[in-house]
């Protein structure tokens, strides 16, 4: 048997043995550890069969009923005051769903940004790209130096080669 099975049945084979399965008891007295770790839980249960729960002083009573009137008849806390109590002694569960929501509206700013940021570049680049090409178009003092290069470029070539031959 594994000790692990064995240990979810040591409460039970303390408080009632009768309940507990043969191979379970078997198993404890087999195993040391198993046997030490049922020991253990014995001795505490003992010990806690042994305490008693301490008597409140006489003064106890009145101290408390005076607290109590002092408390009601204080004036209501104010805004922050309620505020900091909850915040600090409450379960927050009333808090998730407001982080759920800062969270999406984050998310949504932080990625409308990239994208804005992402879309701004590329639109920036091609557009340099285009006023280049546009304005090369308008320029037609350009382009006749550039066939007249492209044609000293060619006869040069040709008279190279006719040389070759």
Same mark, same amino acid.
């Given at each position: 048997?594994?000790?692990?099975?064995?240990? %979810?049945?040591?409460?039970?084979? =303390?408080?009632?043995? !009768?309940?507990?399965?043969? &191979?379970?008891?078997?198993?404890? /007295?087999?195993?040391?550890?198993?046997?030490?770790?049922?020991? %253990?839980?014995?001795?505490?249960? =003992?010990?806690?069969? !042994?305490?008693?729960?301490? &008597?409140?002083?006489?003064?106890? /009573?009145?101290?408390?009923?005076a607290r109590l009137r002092a408390e009601r008849d204080a004036p209501?806390?104010?805004f922050f005051e309620r505020m900091?109590?909850?915040?600090?002694?409450?379960?927050?569960?009333?808090?998730?769903?407001?982080?759920?929501?800062?969270?999406?509206?984050?998310?949504?700013?932080?990625?409308?940004?990239?994208?804005?940021?992402?879309?701004?570049?590329?639109?920036?680049?091609?557009?340099?790209?285009?006023?280049?090409?546009?304005?090369?178009?308008?320029?037609?003092?350009?382009?006749?130096?550039?066939?007249?290069?492209?044609?000293?470029?060619?006869?040069?070539?040709?008279?190279?080669?006719?040389?070759?031959?």
């Amino acid at each position: 048997m594994i000790c692990r099975i064995a240990k %979810t049945n040591l409460e039970d084979l =303390l408080l009632d043995p !009768g309940k507990v399965p043969v &191979e379970v008891r078997k198993h404890v /007295e087999d195993c040391a550890e198993c046997r030490h770790e049922l020991a %253990t839980l014995e001795s505490t249960m =003992l010990a806690l069969d !042994g305490w008693e729960a301490p &008597e409140p002083s006489p003064f106890f /009573e009145a101290r408390m009923a005076a607290r109590l009137r002092a408390e009601r008849d204080a004036p209501p806390a104010g805004f922050f005051e309620r505020m900091r109590a909850r915040l600090l002694y409450s379960s927050n569960l009333h808090l998730r769903p407001m982080a759920a929501g800062a969270l999406a509206l984050l998310l949504l700013i932080g990625g409308g940004t990239y994208v804005g940021v992402m879309n701004s570049n590329q639109t920036s680049a091609s557009s340099a790209t285009v006023r280049d090409l546009q304005s090369l178009d308008e320029n037609s003092q350009v382009f006749q130096q550039l066939n007249t290069l492209d044609q000293q470029d060619d006869e040069s070539d040709s008279g190279q080669s006719n040389s070759n031959l």
